[in-house]
Every structure is written in structure tokens, then in C-alpha cells.
């Protein structure tokens, strides 16, 4: 009974150490072309609480939006303009999204300081 129990401990911990790990993560589409540029705030600048972010997605064969996100936080909805950001260093980034949402390696990276 303890040889059986113990092949199968082995047999799950060697399962699990060659499972692909990106099963678990969120799928990235290959390269498509697009690019996304962040126009505004620029890099390092210090902004208001409340701020307008513009960017520009130049789509590849499967781009059709972008995510947004605000220190690694999506921000579902996102329609340009952040509020009520806590004062401090924070980063923003704008990554390309499929029409199905999958993301997109392109992606554009600032740093900010809100007042």
C-alpha cells in the first residue's frame, strides 16, 4: 500500500513539473506588425490626479484595440482619462488586443508622477 500511494506522489509531482506553465497564463498572440505609441503624459512627467491619456495603435493583421493598464491593473472601460490616481510614481501601459481580446506583444510603457 505505501509502494502504490508513494508511486503515484511521484508520478503527480512529475505531472505537475512538466506541465506547460503557460497554460496558466494568459495567451499572447504572435507578432502582427502592430505598433502603439504614447503620446501623452510623456515619459517622467508629473500630472494631476486626474489626467488624459492619448495614444495612437497603428494595427497589424490582428490588432483591433488596446488594453490599458495603470500599474499592472487593467482598467476594463478605460475611455481616456484617469481619475482620482493616488499620488506617487505609477506606470501606464497600452497593449495591443485582438478583437477577441487576446493580448498582442506590441506595447508602449510611461512613467508618471501624480501630484
Known amino acids: 500500500m505505501f509502494q502504490l500511494l508513494r508511486m503515484f506522489f511521484v508520478t503527480a509531482v512529475v505531472g505537475l513539473a512538466t506541465f ?15 505598433l502603439i505609441q504614447i503620446n501623452a503624459p510623456k515619459e517622467g512627467e508629473s500630472v494631476g490626479q486626474t489626467f488624459d491619456l492619448k495614444h495612437d ?26 481619475t482620482n490616481v ?14 477577441d481580446h487576446k493580448l498582442l506583444p506590441a506595447s508602449a510603457v510611461v512613467h508618471v508622477e501624480v501630484k
Request: a neutral charge; aromatic letters at 10%.
Open 57 to 82: 495603435l497603428h494595427a497589424g493583421s490582428a490588432a483591433h484595440h488596446a488594453h490599458v493598464y495603470l500599474d499592472g491593473q487593467y482598467q476594463k472601460g478605460f475611455k481616456g482619462t484617469f
Open 20 to 34: 506547460p506553465l503557460g497554460a496558466w497564463a494568459d495567451e499572447t498572440l504572435k507578432d502582427d506588425g502592430s
Open 86 to 99: 493616488a499620488p506617487g510614481k505609477h506606470e501606464i501601459k497600452v497593449q495591443a488586443a485582438s478583437k
